[in-house]
């Protein structure tokens, strides 16, 4: 299997991220570079010539030197491991397994299984775990790259093992995919259905200039601008907008259009509006102004059940965080049971 240039996956939000709660919770070997660094959510990056007690200090996970008995083939578990406990599980649609700053220490082939397990098993029971998915068959990967590969299946994962052959270093692993959280939180009330953790996601935006739009669905509040979602600024008319596809079929009654950290580039005004399932649409929360560096809270009149709610801008900028709460109708509670199953 080759590696690809990244493709339409990559707008799917990266289910192992560290910020999504994803970890980093078994590796074979770290001798260089410590495992935690494969889901950090800032690109990697490196200063030359800079020398720690382990020699140069590098952002990704770096493994030892392997060394074989002189004469002996390599094995099938020649290879150092790492597992990574995915933030929220889900289907995996791509993988990109970046060897950013790796140059003459990157692995030359990797691999990357799956398996989803119930409950909180400890970490080494995970690791010698049988019945592992390949999701990415060994492929050759290159150096000082952000190597994609797209995945056919539909399963619903929890944990996702990536193998270098034999060693070397690694930058970042992202798991790009759709959530598929477990579906016993969703029973308890009204919950946030847009909510990246809670199996929603961004279907599609006008605009993601600065930063991407699955940011607005994260979890928690935004630390600083980066944060969040911010467009280019418009020179034509018109308004930049993002679609929103809810965890399920529901009916909205609560939003928070969070503007925080954005004081000269928030937009104006904003307005929400809800995509029923055969695709026509009713509104939400008309055209209304809105303040820099605020979180704004509307109650929404329970209306039809919606499937999705493009969020309009005027005209443009950046917003930190959008919450849309709300409870499932049975139909899309029961088709998430089956889902998940």
């Not at 994803?22 to 200063?47: M, Y």
């Not at 382990?54 to 790492?82: L, N, S």
């Not at 599609?204 to 600083?224: E, I, K, T, W």
């Amino acid at each position: 299997m080759k590696p690809t240039e990244p493709t339409e996956f990559t707008l799917l939000p990266d289910l192992a991220v560290r910020t999504l709660g994803g970890a980093v919770i078994w590796a074979s070997d770290e001798s260089f570079a410590e495992k935690e660094n494969l889901i950090r959510p800032e690109a990697s990056t490196h200063q030359a010539a800079t020398f720690g007690h382990k020699g140069q200090v590098y952002d990704g996970w770096e493994t030892r030197r392997r060394r074989r008995p002189h004469g002996d083939a390599p094995g099938p578990d020649d290879c150092d491991t790492a597992i990574v406990r995915l933030g929220v599980p889900g289907v995996v649609r791509g993988v990109i397994v970046d060897t950013a700053w790796f140059t003459g220490n990157y692995p030359p082939e990797i691999s990357v299984e799956a398996i989803a397990v119930q409950g909180y098993p400890p970490a080494d029971q995970i690791a010698a775990l049988d019945g592992w998915t390949p999701l990415v068959a060994r492929a050759r990967v290159v150096g000082d790259t952000a190597n994609a590969f797209g995945v056919e299946s539909d399963r619903r994962f929890t944990h996702v093992r990536l193998r270098i052959h034999p060693d070397g270093g690694v930058a970042r692993l992202r798991v790009h995919g759709e959530a598929k959280p477990d579906p016993r939180w969703l029973d308890s009330g009204p919950f946030d259905l847009a909510a990246l953790e809670n199996g929603g996601r961004v279907a599609d935006c006008s605009n993601r200039f600065y930063s991407h739009p699955q940011n607005l669905l994260m979890p928690g509040r935004a630390r600083v601008m980066g944060d969040g979602w911010e467009t280019a600024r418009r020179r034509t008319s018109g308004n930049d907008w993002v679609r929103v596809r809810l965890a399920g079929t529901g009916i909205l009654t609560s939003a928070e259009i969070d503007t925080s950290y954005f004081l000269s580039n928030s937009p104006g005004a904003a307005a929400l509006t809800g995509i029923r399932p055969d695709g026509s649409e009713v509104e939400l929360l008309p055209r209304t102004d809105l303040l820099p560096d605020a979180r704004h809270r509307f109650p929404l009149t329970p209306a039809d059940s919606v499937e999705q709610v493009r969020l309009d801008v005027y005209p443009d900028g950046g917003l930190a965080r959008l919450r849309l709460y709300g409870t499932l109708t049975d139909a899309a509670r029961d088709e998430l049971r089956g889902n998940t199953a």
